[in-house]
């Protein structure tokens, strides 16, 4: 197409100036880099603490120990329920965490929630015990497990004796009774904590629990605390695994991690034995192929229950022979049948009272600030003739208790 109009002019080509070449910086030498010496990385298992931090987590587990401990005598208060109907709520417990294959820390973290609701709440009735349990567990199921129980379950495993409002109405009563605080250490834990630090295998570790699962069924395990609980069972276990482990290096990295003598733990192991007699329920779940092995150990195997502990593992600390005490000597220290408590020999005052004072173990939860009263000293397994009063304590040993009696 044409177009109309004078056609402009041709610009006239600028003279290119030639650029100026651009000078070459000169490169200066880098430094060489210094290699870094590469340190070995640590892959720590499961819940495996490293040497750095050991100490504060087992602080930390004990202080949250402390702070959530359950009393001994919390069945005392109770007006409806004994102690007899808790173990055959807690042996249900057990099948219903075999039935719906839960871990063993939701089983041990529902008995906590259990026990902790009965000591808060004494008018509880037998009616609502079995609803108490199965809620108990749903709880624990969902804080320990990735597929938790449902109410459904609950309702299903117990025979639709209650609906699902029901379940959930007491599990709102019980979070608000514990003030919503759960997330507590048991013994598990502690256990867990242990094993790791000392590299147990899979199957020390199914004697750890099998022994800790057996305990939950009986009310005597709040005289002592979760630690020192889960220290007597692994203890037992490295002791007939490891053969000659007290005094050894063992023995002496448990002592630094639970804080706790091995001496004093051996005289414990008659308690695993108390334990593991009434336990048909763990011993049904321990059968499985996984863990039938563990209780062919406690069953004429390497371990047995009734298998006495040698003497030659506290040599320095022996067992104190029974004698009988002279005149010139009141304070002699008797051994008593059940090997932990010591009493000494009564002796009279002129002030028309007879004295005497009580050792009792130091892993002993005894109420500190307060004079026993017979209940509470007779709850913690001191055996004595009516009418011996607690009338005072020795402060530097809280665990030594003094009682007078009138002439």
């Not at 807690?90 to 000591?119: G, M, N, R």
């Not at 108990?136 to 129980?149: C, G, P, Q």
């Not at 059968?287 to 406690?298: A, D, E, G, L, T």
Request: hydrophobic share 35%.
């Amino acid at each position: 197409m044409k177009r109309y109009g004078r056609a402009a002019p041709p610009r006239k080509a600028s003279p290119k100036t030639p650029a100026s070449p651009r000078r070459a910086s000169p490169k200066t030498p880098t430094s060489p880099r210094r290699a870094s010496p590469k340190t070995p990385i640590r892959s720590p298992g499961r819940n495996c603490p490293t040497d750095d931090f050991e100490g504060d987590m087992i602080d930390l587990y004990m202080k949250r120990e402390i702070a959530n401990k359950i009393s001994y005598d919390f069945m005392a208060n109770s007006k409806h329920i004994n102690s007899k109907m808790r173990t055959f709520l807690v042996k249900w417990l057990v099948e219903v965490t075999e039935e719906f294959k839960q871990s063993v820390k939701t089983l041990h973290l529902a008995v906590y929630i259990l026990d902790k609701y009965i000591s808060l709440n004494p008018n509880i009735l037998t009616t609502n015990l079995q609803r108490l349990g199965i809620t108990s567990m749903l709880i624990a199921s969902k804080f320990e497990e990735v597929t938790h129980m449902t109410t459904e379950d609950c309702s299903y495993i117990s025979d639709s004796a209650f609906s699902k409002q029901q379940i959930v109405q007491m599990e709102k009563e019980i979070l608000a009774f514990l003030q919503y605080d759960v997330c507590v250490p048991t013994s598990i834990d502690f256990s867990d904590f242990y094993c790791d630090m000392l590299k147990f295998n899979k199957k020390e570790r199914d004697m750890v629990n099998y022994i800790l699962d057996s305990s939950l069924l009986h009310i005597n395990i709040y005289n002592m605390s979760y630690s020192y609980r889960a220290a007597i069972a692994v203890f037992y276990v490295l002791f007939y695994f490891r053969e000659n482990s007290c005094g050894t290096t063992w023995a002496k990295k448990l002592e630094k991690i639970s804080k706790y003598r091995c001496d004093d733990i051996i005289n414990e192991f008659f308690i695993v034995k108390e334990w593991l007699n009434d336990n048909k329920e763990v011993k049904t779940t321990y059968s499985r192929k996984s863990k039938s092995s563990v209780v062919k150990y406690f069953e004429g195997g390497i371990i047995s229950p009734d298998k006495p502990s040698p003497k030659k593992l506290s040599p320095k600390k022996s067992s104190p022979v029974k004698t009988s005490p002279g005149k010139d000597s009141p304070d002699r220290i008797i051994e008593m049948a059940e090997g932990t408590i010591l009493y000494s020999e009564s002796y009279a005052a002129d002030d028309g009272y007879m004295y005497r004072h009580v050792i009792l173990p130091r892993s002993a939860v005894i109420p500190r600030g307060k004079l026993l009263n017979e209940r509470e000293w007779r709850a913690l397994g001191v055996q004595q003739s009516k009418g011996w009063v607690n009338y005072s304590s020795h402060r530097p040993e809280p665990h030594i208790l003094l009682f007078r009696k009138p002439l």
